[in-house]
């Protein structure tokens, strides 16, 4: 078992979107926790809410979002009762996230030292003689070739992969413990990719810092993260270490996830769709397991009840009525 | 089934939005009022009775009756047609031609682009005023002639919400996709892009509108165009003016009044097509 | 006639240079006044057998998407020939292709369905436009092989009324797929048909590619950055790396024993499912400009982990290692 204290442990998060088409059920339940200095992996297919889940945990829903219950705790500090400049003061320095699509998520028309500046400067007590040597500093700390002269980039000179770069500098400009990554390679080269990936990672590893990264493919997350929430329709379905997840994937959805998955040694034939499509989050009849509908082991109790989670030994949980 | 999501979503457009709603409100009502406005008016707006001269406001004449006594309720029910006439057939005209004008610009480029952006440069250089006055005397005083100033003076924003449009979808993939169906050039820029640089240039064309009345009616006021004694607000609020410090009010106020209402209604009927046909109003 | 003995599509020393817009000085500088050209496709050899199916694979940037456009004739390219079923195609320009025979049997998925779909458009609005202007299909004719269409991709008929924003990405996808087989095209190209789909949407498009091919006996050339996905549909791969071909050969050899670093490179940069990927190669720095390339020195030099002196001295070019298997490279790995 893993005795550690979790660096941030939600539990029993619910969040609901209110629009025109009625209340969307976005998040339902949702338990986990990040370790200090471990990557997490959470993964799904788009519209799972991933990233709702992230932007609840640090505070930037969108207005027509609501927080519907359970706790965020992070360093000992419930996120979701946070005072707005709590959660500002959180995001800025202890808890940071990069996006995909670096180039929008930066200022088109400031140079991008200037914007590692802005940051150091708002969240640092760093004296501003010395704001451009730790800007150039940041940059150097992700490999940015010449960090002098790109010190005064702007983003559209640079390439989707230095931008991101950029991006990862900006966050980690001021060591924060925890990084989220939504789909921080997405849109980028598989080359660019796996080197972005293995900087995450060792910077990671030399701050002990913790990661989530949230992704949709699988294959990103085995290879880079210790342990994988798996998440289904605002669900979470399955959690276990990444060794143990895939060898002996026990939600039926992730098994069908890692069958659809191509990779190395698999052919056309053996690729296999996962029926049916996510329910639509805005109905008042979801059931109780919103994989129900798709799965091909679903008794009619799969609906009804509410879902048992089972720990399936050690640190492996499924939310499943009958698992693999 | 499309139709529906499309009225469900206009109606929704107007439930949320009082304002817009009253606009259309306001527009249906002047649409009326320029189609049936001979039979709706109370009196013949061109008769004269020299016994009821410069009377104020009463039950038989609401809004009071003019220097020659002429009810100004009809003669301004009347005047809608002419003003809304003028106003719409020089947006329709400014609007063809700016949009075939624009779109061979943005989808073209090069040559074409330049000289289509430089002609607009030029035209808005002048005060568009001043341009559609010195159009109207050079051509001739004529109510055909107020129409090609404010189609001229307002053929810029056309052009340049077309160029603008096209622009940014030549390089769509759904255009490359149209290549492939066996469109020529022509074909793509007349079925592919047109029907989607439609929805802005309705915005335009409803902001347009008020503008384009105002214009009509201000040449008249100065005196081009639209001549006594036929019932226009511009000449209306114009023949009005001098009675104003005589205390005579109503003559031009309330053909004023009307000017400024159409023109109102049209600025807002522009802001709420703007929701209705924003795609990110749309879920 | 057509001669059936020529491979279905020959593309043979291929290039598009773009001119790029100098940067605009008023006085025009009397010295060193010659355009900079962007070699986005340099110098490219290709076929296509009847009924084969061609990877071709590159990242962003390589000149992928250029030759595409020159192969479906949507661009003229600025030297070189390409020949289809034995005639010459290269040469006609692509402002007039649309009114040519071969127009309707060479047809195109594309990467995006929601931007290759015309928002104003239905389903059946899409498929119809091709089938009415190449196939002069019209009345019960055209919306009875629509709906035969419809059914060959497996959309429900009561979508075809639907405008693009109503349908969901995957059945977007079929949208386009069904546009470009309405024809029954000779030679199909895909360029990352799957790369804007949910990995459970992917594998069912995949299988609906393959069925096609099978079905209406059409060529491939299927692009994408993710050899795992080409390699499912492939018999054979092309790598492209700065507008060149490095590497060419049957899926399964290149695929399990890349003979070019850069091939090398690319595959252990996929992530794979195994976890840590054992002896990852990575690549350093930028690619070089394709701008004004050096045509002295091979463009992989610089980020390529093999690179020596010889490599900034002369340019490789393709060369035969094993039957079908090319590389251009000075220093192949070994087979």
Same mark, same amino acid.
């Given at each position: 078992?893993?005795?550690?204290?979790?660096?941030?442990?939600?539990?029993?998060?619910?969040?609901?979107?209110?629009?025109?088409?009625?209340?969307?059920?976005?998040?339902?339940?949702?338990?986990?926790?990040?370790?200090?200095?471990?990557?997490?992996?959470?993964?799904?297919?788009?519209?799972?809410?991933?990233?709702?889940?992230?932007?609840?945990?640090?505070?930037?829903?969108? $207005?027509?979002?609501?927080?519907?219950?359970?706790?965020?705790?992070?360093?000992?500090?419930?996120?979701?009762?946070?005072?707005?400049?709590?959660?500002?003061?959180?995001?800025?320095?202890? $808890?940071?996230?990069?996006?995909?699509?670096?180039?929008?998520?930066?200022?088109?028309?400031?140079?991008?030292?200037?914007?590692?500046?802005?940051?150091?400067?708002?969240?640092?007590?760093?004296?501003?003689?010395?704001?451009?040597?730790?800007?150039?500093?940041?940059?150097?700390?992700?490999?940015?070739?010449?960090?002098?002269?790109?010190?005064?980039?702007?983003?559209?000179?640079?390439?989707?992969?230095?931008?991101?770069?950029?991006?990862?500098?900006?966050?980690?400009? !001021?060591?924060?413990?925890?990084?989220?990554?939504?789909?921080?390679?997405?849109?980028?080269?598989?080359?660019?990719?796996?080197?972005?990936?293995?900087?995450?990672?060792?910077?990671?590893?030399?701050?002990?810092?913790?990661?989530?990264?949230?992704?949709?493919?699988?294959?990103?997350?085995?290879?880079?993260?210790?342990?994988?929430?798996?998440?289904?329709?605002?669900?979470?379905?399955?959690?276990?270490?990444?060794?143990?997840?895939?060898?002996?994937?026990?939600?039926?959805?992730?098994?069908?996830?890692?069958?659809?998955?191509?990779?190395?040694?698999?052919?056309?034939?053996?690729?296999?769709?996962?029926?049916?499509?996510?329910?639509?989050?805005?109905?008042?009849?979801?059931?109780?397991?919103?994989?129900?509908?798709? !799965?091909?082991?679903?008794?009619?109790?799969?609906?009804?009840?509410?879902?048992?989670?089972?720990?399936?030994?050690?640190?492996?949980?499924?939310?499943?009525?009958?698992?693999? | 089934?499309?139709?529906?999501?499309?009225?469900?979503?206009?109606?929704?457009?107007?439930?949320?939005?009082?304002?817009?709603?009253?606009?259309?409100?306001?527009?249906?009502?002047?649409?009326?009022?320029?189609?049936?406005?001979?039979?709706?008016?109370?009196?013949?707006?061109?008769?004269?009775?020299?016994?009821?001269?410069?009377?104020?406001?009463?039950?038989?004449?609401?809004?009071?009756?003019?220097?020659?006594?002429?009810?100004?309720?009809?003669?301004?029910?009347?005047?809608?047609?002419?003003?809304?006439?003028?106003?719409?057939?020089?947006?329709?005209?400014?609007?063809?031609?700016?949009?075939?004008?624009?779109?061979?610009?943005?989808?073209?480029?090069?040559?074409?682009?330049?000289?289509?952006?430089?002609?607009?440069?030029?035209?808005?250089?002048?005060?568009?005023?001043?341009?559609?006055?010195?159009?109207?005397?050079?051509?001739?005083?004529?109510?055909?002639?107020?129409?090609?100033?404010?189609?001229?003076?307002?053929?810029?924003?056309?052009?340049?919400?077309?160029?603008?449009?096209?622009?940014?979808?030549?390089?769509?993939?759904?255009?490359?996709?149209?290549?492939?169906?066996?469109?020529?050039?022509?074909?793509?820029?007349?079925?592919?892009?047109?029907?989607?640089?439609?929805?802005?240039?309705?915005?335009?064309?409803?902001?347009?509108?008020?503008?384009?009345?105002?214009?009509?009616?201000?040449?008249?006021?100065?005196?081009?165009?639209?001549?006594?004694?036929?019932?226009?607000?511009?000449?209306?609020?114009?023949?009005?003016?001098?009675?104003?410090?005589?205390?005579?009010?109503?003559?031009?106020?309330?053909?004023?009044?009307?000017?400024?209402?159409?023109?109102?209604?049209?600025?807002?009927?522009?802001?709420?097509?703007?929701?209705?046909?924003?795609?990110?109003?749309?879920? | 006639?057509?001669?059936?003995?020529?491979?279905?599509?020959?593309?043979?020393?291929?290039?598009?240079?773009?001119?790029?817009?100098?940067?605009?000085?008023?006085?025009?500088?009397?010295?060193?006044?010659?355009?900079?050209?962007?070699?986005?496709?340099?110098?490219?050899?290709?076929?296509?057998?009847?009924?084969?199916?061609?990877?071709?694979?590159?990242?962003?940037?390589?000149?992928?998407?250029?030759?595409?456009?020159?192969?479906?004739?949507?661009?003229?390219?600025?030297?070189?020939?390409?020949?289809?079923?034995?005639?010459?195609?290269?040469?006609?320009?692509?402002?007039?292709?649309?009114?040519?025979?071969?127009?309707?049997?060479?047809?195109?998925?594309?990467?995006?369905?929601?931007?290759?779909?015309?928002?104003?458009?239905?389903?059946?609005?899409?498929?119809?436009?091709?089938?009415?202007?190449?196939?002069?299909?019209?009345?019960?004719?055209?919306?009875?092989?629509?709906?035969?269409?419809?059914?060959?991709?497996?959309?429900?008929?009561?979508?075809?009324?639907?405008?693009?924003?109503?349908?969901?990405?995957?059945?977007?996808?079929?949208?386009?797929?069904?546009?470009?087989?309405?024809?029954?095209?000779?030679?199909?190209?895909?360029?990352?048909?799957?790369?804007?789909?949910?990995?459970?949407?992917?594998?069912?498009?995949?299988?609906?590619?393959?069925?096609?091919?099978?079905?209406?006996?059409?060529?491939?050339?299927?692009?994408?950055?993710?050899?795992?996905?080409?390699?499912?549909?492939?018999?054979?791969?092309?790598?492209?790396?700065?507008?060149?071909?490095?590497?060419?050969?049957?899926?399964?050899?290149?695929?399990?024993?890349?003979?070019?670093?850069?091939?090398?490179?690319?595959?252990?940069?996929?992530?794979?499912?195994?976890?840590?990927?054992?002896?990852?190669?990575?690549?350093?720095?930028?690619?070089?400009?394709?701008?004004?390339?050096?045509?002295?020195?091979?463009?992989?030099?610089?980020?390529?982990?093999?690179?020596?002196?010889?490599?900034?001295?002369?340019?490789?070019?393709?060369?035969?290692?094993?039957?079908?298997?090319?590389?251009?490279?000075?220093?192949?790995?070994?087979?």
């Amino acid at each position: 078992m893993d005795t550690r204290v979790p660096l941030l442990s939600v539990e029993s998060l619910g969040v609901e979107f209110r629009t025109r088409g009625g209340i969307v059920h976005a998040l339902e339940d949702i338990s986990f926790s990040v370790g200090k200095g471990e990557t997490v992996g959470i993964v799904g297919e788009s519209g799972s809410g991933q990233s709702v889940l992230f932007y609840a945990v640090l505070g930037i829903l969108d $207005a027509a979002g609501r927080i519907t219950g359970g706790r965020a705790v992070f360093g000992g500090l419930d996120l979701v009762r946070a005072s707005a400049p709590e959660l500002e003061e959180i995001r800025g320095r202890e $808890a940071a996230m990069i996006f995909q699509n670096p180039r929008v998520a930066l200022n088109p028309i400031r140079k991008v030292g200037h914007q590692i500046e802005d940051v150091l400067a708002r969240h640092t007590s760093t004296p501003s003689a010395d704001l451009r040597r730790r800007a150039i500093e940041a940059l150097a700390s992700v490999r940015i070739p010449d960090p002098e002269r790109r010190y005064h980039a702007y983003p559209f000179e640079l390439s989707g992969g230095l931008c991101q770069r950029i991006m990862i500098a900006i966050a980690l400009a !001021c060591t924060p413990s925890l990084l989220v990554a939504d789909e921080p390679t997405t849109g980028l080269d598989v080359t660019t990719q796996a080197a972005v990936m293995d900087l995450i990672g060792e910077l990671a590893r030399q701050r002990n810092m913790a990661t989530v990264l949230i992704t949709h493919d699988l294959g990103l997350a085995a290879e880079h993260c210790d342990r994988i929430v798996v998440m289904h329709a605002g669900h979470v379905v399955e959690t276990a270490p990444t060794a143990e997840l895939f060898a002996h994937p026990r939600h039926p959805y992730t098994a069908r996830l890692i069958a659809t998955t191509p990779h190395a040694g698999s052919d056309l034939r053996s690729l296999a769709a996962i029926p049916g499509y996510l329910p639509d989050l805005r109905r008042s009849d979801l059931p109780a397991c919103r994989f129900s509908e798709r !799965c091909e082991r679903a008794e009619p109790a799969c609906g009804e009840r509410p879902l048992a989670r089972l720990d399936a030994g050690g640190v492996h949980s499924v939310a499943c009525r009958s698992p693999l | 089934m499309t139709e529906l999501a499309g009225l469900r979503h206009v109606r929704y457009v107007l439930a949320d939005n009082p304002v817009t709603a009253g606009a259309f409100a306001l527009f249906g009502f002047f649409v009326l009022l320029a189609l049936f406005g001979p039979w709706l008016a109370p009196f013949d707006p061109l008769a004269t009775s020299p016994d009821k001269v410069l009377q104020p406001p009463s039950a038989a004449h609401w809004f009071g009756t003019d220097q020659l006594g002429r009810d100004i309720l009809s003669r301004v029910i009347v005047a809608t047609g002419l003003d809304f006439g003028m106003a719409l057939a020089a947006v329709l005209l400014s609007f063809g031609l700016g949009c075939a004008l624009g779109a061979c610009a943005g989808y073209y480029g090069g040559w074409i682009d330049r000289s289509v952006s430089r002609l607009a440069d030029t035209i808005m250089a002048f005060p568009l005023f001043v341009l559609a006055m010195a159009i109207v005397a050079a051509l001739g005083n004529s109510v055909e002639n107020i129409i090609y100033a404010t189609a001229i003076i307002n053929l810029p924003f056309y052009i340049r919400v077309a160029r603008s449009e096209v622009n940014v979808r030549r390089n769509a993939g759904f255009v490359e996709a149209a290549r492939l169906s066996g469109n020529t050039e022509a074909r793509i820029l007349a079925f592919h892009l047109f029907p989607n640089i439609l929805p802005p240039v309705m915005v335009q064309i409803s902001l347009n509108m008020g503008w384009a009345i105002l214009n009509a009616a201000g040449l008249s006021f100065i005196g081009l165009g639209v001549r006594p004694p036929q019932p226009e607000w511009g000449i209306m609020v114009a023949e009005g003016a001098s009675y104003m410090i005589s205390g005579e009010w109503w003559v031009s106020f309330f053909p004023g009044m009307v000017l400024m209402l159409a023109v109102f209604c049209f600025n807002l009927l522009g802001d709420g097509l703007r929701d209705m046909i924003d795609p990110r109003r749309r879920t | 006639m057509i001669d059936d003995t020529q491979p279905l599509l020959q593309v043979e020393q291929v290039r598009k240079l773009f001119p790029l817009k100098t940067a605009g000085s008023l006085v025009p500088l009397r010295a060193a006044r010659r355009t900079a050209l962007l070699h986005a496709v340099d110098g490219v050899d290709l076929s296509i057998g009847r009924g084969e199916s061609v990877g071709l694979v590159g990242e962003s940037g390589c000149g992928k998407s250029t030759l595409v456009r020159l192969i479906t004739r949507t661009l003229d390219p600025t030297e070189g020939s390409i020949r289809f079923r034995g005639e010459d195609i290269g040469g006609i320009p692509a402002s007039r292709f649309a009114r040519v025979p071969q127009r309707k049997l060479i047809q195109m998925v594309f990467q995006d369905p929601t931007d290759s779909l015309n928002p104003r458009y239905t389903a059946r609005d899409t498929i119809a436009e091709p089938l009415r202007l190449l196939g002069n299909l019209s009345g019960t004719a055209l919306s009875d092989r629509i709906e035969a269409i419809a059914a060959l991709v497996q959309m429900p008929r009561e979508l075809l009324g639907r405008f693009p924003h109503q349908l969901s990405g995957g059945q977007k996808a079929r949208v386009g797929i069904a546009r470009a087989v309405a024809l029954e095209p000779s030679l199909l190209i895909l360029d990352e048909p799957t790369a804007a789909l949910d990995v459970s949407v992917q594998a069912v498009i995949l299988h609906l590619l393959a069925d096609l091919r099978e079905k209406l006996g059409m060529s491939y050339l299927f692009v994408s950055h993710d050899l795992n996905i080409v390699r499912l549909l492939c018999d054979r791969v092309m790598v492209m790396y700065l507008g060149r071909i490095v590497e060419s050969g049957p899926a399964r050899q290149v695929f399990e024993a890349p003979r070019h670093p850069y091939t090398r490179a690319l595959l252990s940069a996929i992530p794979g499912l195994g976890g840590e990927a054992s002896r990852r190669i990575r690549l350093e720095g930028d690619p070089t400009s394709p701008v004004d390339p050096d045509p002295g020195r091979c463009r992989f030099h610089g980020r390529c982990p093999k690179g020596q002196d010889a490599c900034t001295r002369s340019s490789p070019s393709l060369v035969q290692m094993a039957p079908g298997h090319a590389v251009a490279c000075h220093f192949p790995e070994s087979a």
